[in-house]
């Protein structure tokens, strides 16, 4: 079975522009989660989709967004670019249902470089 | 406020020595995760402890549940480079949420 793929796996902006992430979920999975990885914050939660529906959202601003797709496959998009935005943003898959949750696994992560 | 505490923040070990790292909270947890993060890769899951007390062992890796449920360690034997890494513990923070500590990141040296 083929693992959470992201892409691009490394992308440099420039302040200001916006970005946009892309996570194909293990297949069978419909549950896809985003985090940012900073050496000063560590992991932290964004937000989770599950069909097609935002579920769960983390502490961050507005500029972070994201969506999912009919095939669960899930793009997180960062508008207005700043340097501090400058992290690893990592997605994890899981298959949940509304009464269980399984393991998440994680795919390789998207290393952002904000100029 | 952190709500997991991992020490010590940094461990450079050589290679066949023993080491423990800490995950600790004043909060009850139902469950804690193990991961462990290569460069370059994601988090994978390394185990689940879900019992006070409960010792879970994987290999040379030993993972310990506090008796109140607060606390986690992973104690690993005669350590190999291939150990070298970024272990991090986690909780469920609410519905597909964890909630991770800063990690432990973990040097053997040959």
């Known amino acids: 079975k083929a693992g959470v793929t992201q892409t691009p796996r490394y992308l440099i902006k420039t302040r200001g522009q916006q970005v946009t992430l892309s996570c194909s979920p293990i297949?069978?999975?419909?549950?896809v989660s985003w985090y940012q990885q900073t050496p000063g914050q560590g992991l932290q939660f964004l937000f989770e989709?599950?069909?097609?529906?935002?579920?769960n959202k983390g502490n961050f601003p507005g500029r972070f967004s994201g969506r999912q797709f009919s095939n669960s496959r899930s793009e997180m998009n960062v508008s207005t670019l700043e340097l501090g935005d400058s992290a690893l943003y990592l997605c994890?898959?899981?298959?949940?249902?509304?009464?269980?949750?399984?393991?998440?696994?994680f795919g390789p992560g998207t290393r952002l470089t904000v100029l | 406020t952190q709500l997991l505490e991992q020490s010590p923040q940094f461990l450079s070990i050589q290679e066949g020595e023993n080491l423990t790292v800490y995950c600790n909270s004043s909060?009850?947890?139902?469950?804690l995760q193990w991961y462990r993060q290569e460069p370059g890769e994601g988090p994978v899951l390394l185990v689940t402890?879900?019992?006070?007390?409960e010792v879970k062992k994987l290999k040379r890796l030993t993972f310990q549940f506090g008796d109140a449920r607060k606390d986690s360690s992973l104690h690993i034997t005669a350590a190999q480079p291939g150990d070298t890494g970024l272990y991090l513990c986690?909780?469920?923070?609410?519905?597909?949420?964890?909630?991770f500590g800063k990690g432990t990141k973990l040097t053997v040296n040959p």
């Open positions: 986690a909780v469920q923070g609410g519905s597909e949420k964890l909630v």
């Open positions: 402890v879900v019992t006070g007390g």
């Open positions: 909060s009850v947890f139902s469950s």
């Open positions: 994890a898959s899981s298959f949940r249902t509304s009464t269980y949750t399984d393991t998440q696994y």
């Open positions: 989709y599950f069909s097609e529906t935002q579920r």
């Open positions: 297949s069978g999975h419909r549950s």
